[in-house]
């Protein structure tokens, strides 16, 4: 599975984005894909999931209501959109996939198998 990751730009705070991940060499059908970033000095955190046959959503507490995850089944594309952003929201974003992930896993980033290369996204204030 090939994961590329796109849509990342500069915005002011309070604005939208929208970061789409495409996946080539087969569907995501049975996976769960999941977005995370890293800003500088910082660890990669978790953002979102989504499980793709059931379509449940996971958010991070810090997301919450600003950002949301979806799927787009004829494109195999997972969007993020991102709301209300906030300087803090400055960071490196990647997608990543992975088989039968279990819900208690779903936030971490070992749990998956595949990941793309990133798209930065910088939220000036």
């Known amino acids: 599975v090939q994961l590329q990751a796109s849509g990342g730009g500069l915005v002011q705070a309070g604005g939208s984005l929208r970061v789409s991940c495409a996946a080539s060499?087969?569907?995501?059908?049975?996976?769960?894909v999941g977005w995370f970033r890293q800003a500088p000095g910082k660890e990669r955190e978790f953002v979102a999931a989504?499980?793709?046959?059931?379509?449940?959503?996971f958010y991070a507490d810090s997301v919450k209501g600003r950002f949301t995850i979806s799927r787009d089944n004829a494109k195999n594309t997972v969007y993020l959109q991102m709301n209300s952003l906030k300087p803090e929201d400055t960071a490196v974003y990647y997608c990543?996939?992975?088989?039968?992930?279990?819900?208690?896993?779903?936030?971490?980033?070992?749990?998956?198998?595949?990941w793309g290369q990133g798209t930065l996204v910088t939220v000036s204030s």
């Open positions: 060499g087969r569907t995501f059908s049975g996976y769960a």
């Open positions: 990543a996939t992975g088989l039968r992930i279990i819900v208690s896993s779903i936030r971490v980033p070992s749990s998956y198998d595949y």
């Open positions: 989504i499980r793709w046959s059931a379509g449940t959503t």
